[in-house]
């Protein structure tokens, strides 16, 4: 953190283009602002090609012999699986309306971040091999060589894309950027170019079950301390089951709520929720991790840690899945899981045992997201809430950009937050809903040596959050995204000082009135902090 | 990048019919040309289309801009995040003929004080809307040539647009809008240093090109007059594939006729294609049906995963002192 700028010179407050063209335009391994090569040992584990020790700074990659070959074989056969990436790489029509659209160019400036060029750095090498202007034209057709140079490049800057789909958006096209970076680290990947902490945290996933390598034993013990938690804040005991077959429902969260501050207040709230309303649910220690790297690796490495979700729920039997509060998470679960890994007929059509409502919009997938669950609960006055319990939150919302553009699902969290709170206040309209910003450290880059990056990434979504923090004095911004309860403290601490983060199911188990409470009065909220406002008087 | 180049090229292209009306090849740039250039469009354009349509989509991705459709008591939105054919078809107009998300345009300005504020920026939209209308009315107008009596389509849009047509002259309101909307479009792409920066010289050579089709096309209508009737003529001939060339019509209206024929082959092979391209965009025209209905991967093949048994046979022991049930019991 030390080499990092204080916040009010980090970001230049004009665009300047270079005087030269891009084609080789230098650009710098900095610390800060790039990812750490990946260690060999995850390659083996994972079967990944080209394990070395490496380091972007190398002046040699140890690429393999035939790197080219490789890279443009790769190529050719994505363009015959993928309309998306034929189309993406000859439409577009440089217009421009996409540049200032990407985050990561409004914070660092840099002409690469504009989404058109990052596009355009592998639609040059596009074009210089299948097409014909390029070929006779090259330079003048927009078409480049394919060098070392050129893959170091496309590491440095399509590791700086968040996949987030915000360019897409905007473009008259629907040409999204996102789609381009999958692909071009999946190219990257054939050469064994990858990230050392996406690696390390998919090999984890992979063998263990969840991003940090938390093992069976070690997650019954860490939930059982939330569990110790909760009785000491609401005198009640909730107990969770683990790997339970003919349990009615499957519940996977992402595992950054069970591990870490300030997800497992959001775990907390979770199951206290599901112990209220006495749901038939089991978690699993082999399908323990909602979320999912492989999307940040290759469309195969996700769909080979994806399996374990209906895996499970076939093994275990139940009927249905529910999915915790992450944002890639349901990035795949709603694009992809059904496609990859189904059909789920083994399960039947989700319907709420509490309200009776049956999920039609997740009739094939058979898989609800925990805010449509919980909303429809509160809707059908199935929760007793006292909303006062979080009088000390001024509270905003942001919008994850995948459960936002990947799916849509924007009123659902914000019914439960209007529900569970009494402050709650909107941040510009162009910053959410589906204009929404990253929060700069999605798609797998949410690691320490990315931070400089990360804070310029972040930068737009912060400034709506200082903005809204002026305007209305907010200190509390929610999501549904354990990347983002992650990635966002260390975002509001450099930028807007004064702001938490929280998950929704926080803010809803701080709000549940539980009928085990008995009289009991609650003295302090899930983090533990009084409720001195509220006192006594808090039973509705 | 790439102007001068891109200039360059549109003054061979006029001065190649213009040369050729002197050597007397009339009968090359008024009936051979056409033809080879109309038929280049065709079959490139569906060469393109079915290339394209050849790769599948794998995957179900739309771009959603709207609230999903889940609970009856939450409001959809059935077009930005549609659910069903009708709905897609909806978006799809709105983005064919309305650049719906163009319209979403913005543009960020940092303020002194560190703030990022969020401008508004329509005039892209405009400009485009201008002149693709224009462009296409005017294509439109044009059909009179191609037949002997004038279809009402056509003679609907020409009294639309020289509703301020006045006396003997008639004049043509997106002859001007047309000028309007490729200047404002060139003028950005000069001056606003994001757009300049990525530019290549396809993307002038497009914008000069039409200029230089509407330049001559303006000539030849309110300056220098062509043989109207000539042209017809051969324009009818030439759909009823007995191609005859009048004399005399003018080499300025060979100069117009070689510019479309250009950008007639031209076309496919550019970025011209982004119009078809629009309609075969995964992230606009799929509907998100996501959870609602399998989206089949015709190549969907297995991976390796990490079995349930693979991941007991190193955990079991473990497991079981945390208390946690097996499947093989040991
Ligand atoms: C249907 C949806 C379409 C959309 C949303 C669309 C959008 C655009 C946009 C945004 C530009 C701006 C280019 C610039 O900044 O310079 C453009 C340019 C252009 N479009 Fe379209 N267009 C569409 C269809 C078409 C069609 C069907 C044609 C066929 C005639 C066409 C021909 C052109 C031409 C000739 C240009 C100017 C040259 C250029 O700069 O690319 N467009 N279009
Ligand atoms: S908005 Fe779309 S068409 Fe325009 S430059 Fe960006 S990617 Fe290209
Ligand atoms: S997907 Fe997001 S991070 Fe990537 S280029 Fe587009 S706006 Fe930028």
């Known amino acids: 953190m030390s080499s990092l700028p204080k916040a009010d010179s980090l970001v230049s407050k004009k665009f300047k283009m270079p005087k030269k063209n891009w084609f080789n335009a230098p650009f710098e391994f900095k610390k800060g602002t790039y990812n750490y090569g990946s260690n060999p040992k995850h390659h083996v584990a994972l079967d990944l090609p080209n394990p070395r020790n490496w380091s972007p700074e190398d002046q040699d990659w140890q690429l393999p012999e035939n790197w080219k070959e490789i890279l443009l074989e790769g190529l050719r056969e994505r363009l015959d699986k993928y309309r998306s990436l034929k189309i993406f790489m000859d439409v577009c029509v440089r217009c421009g309306a996409c540049a200032d659209k990407c985050h990561f160019f409004i914070g660092s400036g840099d002409p690469k971040n504009m989404p058109f060029l990052r596009a355009e750095l592998l639609r040059s090498i596009y074009r210089r091999e299948y097409t014909k202007a390029g070929k006779i034209m090259g330079k003048l057709a927009g078409a480049r060589d394919l060098t070392e140079e050129v893959v170091k490049e496309w590491f440095y800057y399509f590791f700086q894309c968040t996949e987030c789909r915000r360019c897409s958006v905007f473009c008259p096209f629907g040409i999204d950027t996102a789609e381009i970076t999958i692909i071009a680290r999946e190219l990257l990947g054939l050469l064994g170019v990858n990230t050392d902490w996406t690696l390390a945290s998919v090999s984890n996933c992979f063998r263990v079950g969840n991003h940090v390598g938390i093992p069976p034993h070690a997650i019954v013990d860490t939930i059982d301390m939330l569990c110790d938690d909760i009785e000491d804040i609401t005198g009640v005991r909730v107990n969770p089951t683990f790997n339970r077959k003919g349990a009615e429902v499957l519940f996977i969260a992402p595992s950054g709520d069970f591990f870490a501050d300030p997800g497992i207040y959001t775990f907390m709230g979770y199951l206290m929720l599901f112990h209220e309303i006495g749901l038939d649910y089991t978690l699993s220690t082999y399908a323990s991790e909602g979320g999912n790297f492989g999307l940040f690796v290759s469309h195969e490495m996700m769909k080979r840690l994806n399996a374990k979700m209906y895996a499970e729920a076939k093994r275990l039997g139940v009927k249905w899945i529910l999915g915790g509060e992450c944002g890639h998470m349901w990035r795949v679960v709603n694009q992809y899981m059904d496609t990859m890994n189904g059909p789920a007929d083994f399960l039947e059509v989700p319907v709420s045992p509490i309200t009776g409502t049956r999920f039609e919009n997740t009739k094939s997938t058979k898989m609800v997201h925990i805010t449509e669950f919980t909303s429809d609960l509160i809707k059908h006055n199935k929760l007793k809430l006292d909303p006062r319990r979080n009088d000390q939150y001024k509270v905003t919302f942001h919008d994850s950009c995948n459960p936002a553009r990947a799916m849509g699902i924007f009123e659902e969290p914000r019914y439960i937050i209007k529900n569970v709170c009494r402050n709650f206040y909107e941040m510009p309209e162009n910053t959410i809903r589906e204009k929404t910003f990253c929060c700069g450290s999605g798609s797998g880059l949410n690691n320490d040596e990315f931070l400089e990056m990360r804070m310029r990434g972040g930068f737009p979504r912060a400034n709506a959050v200082k903005y809204v923090q002026e305007k209305h004095g907010v200190n509390m911004l929610s999501c549904i995204c354990a990347l983002d309860r992650a990635a966002l403290p260390p975002l509001m601490d450099y930028w807007v000082p004064g702001v938490e983060v929280c998950g929704v199911h926080e803010l809803l188990g701080n709000a549940l009135v539980m009928k085990d409470e008995g009289d009991r009065v609650r003295e302090t909220n899930l983090r533990g902090e009084p409720l001195e406002e509220v006192g006594g008087e808090q039973d509705v | ?330």
């Open chain 2, 1 to 330: 990048m790439g102007v001068g180049f891109s200039l360059l090229m549109i003054v061979l292209l006029v001065l190649i019919p213009f040369l050729g009306v002197y050597a007397g090849l009339e009968y090359v740039l008024g009936v051979v040309f056409p033809y080879l250039a109309f038929s280049i469009f065709i079959i490139g354009i569906l060469y393109r289309i079915i290339c394209w349509g050849r790769s599948p989509v794998p995957f179900r991705i739309p771009t959603t801009c709207g609230q999903q459709k889940s609970h009856d008591w939450i409001k959809a939105d059935p077009v930005e995040n549609p659910t069903t054919a009708f709905g897609v078809i909806l978006r799809m107009v709105k983005e064919l003929f309305f650049f719906r998300s163009l319209f979403r345009n913005n543009k960020v300005k940092i303020t002194e004080k560190g703030h990022i504020a969020y401008i508004w920026e329509k005039w892209l939209w405009l400009a485009a809307i201008l002149f693709h209308w224009s462009f296409f009315i005017i294509i439109i107008r044009h059909l009179r040539l191609f037949t002997p009596k004038t279809p009402w389509l056509v003679s609907f849009f020409e009294r639309m647009d020289g509703f301020f047509g006045f006396g003997m002259y008639s004049f043509y309101f997106t002859d001007l809008l047309v000028v309007i909307g490729l200047a404002y479009l060139l003028i950005r792409r000069l001056v606003i240093p994001m757009v300049r920066y990525v530019s290549l010289a396809a993307d002038y050579f497009v914008l000069f090109l039409i200029m230089g089709i509407a330049f001559s096309g303006i000539l030849m209508k309110y300056f220098v007059r062509a043989d109207v009737a000539g042209v017809k003529e051969l324009a009818m001939s030439l759909v009823a594939f007995k191609p005859v060339v009048p004399v005399d019509i003018g080499s300025i209206f060979y100069i117009h006729l070689f510019l479309v024929c250009a950008l007639l082959a031209y076309f496919p092979f550019s970025k011209l294609m982004h119009g078809p391209g629009l309609l075969l965009s995964p992230t606009r025209n799929m509907a998100n049906t996501n959870r609602m209905k399998r989206h089949i991967n015709p190549w969907n093949y297995p991976v390796k995963v990490h079995t349930y048994e693979e991941y007991e046979e190193e955990f079991g022991k473990v497991m079981q002192a945390a208390g946690l049930p097996l499947d093989k019991q040991s």
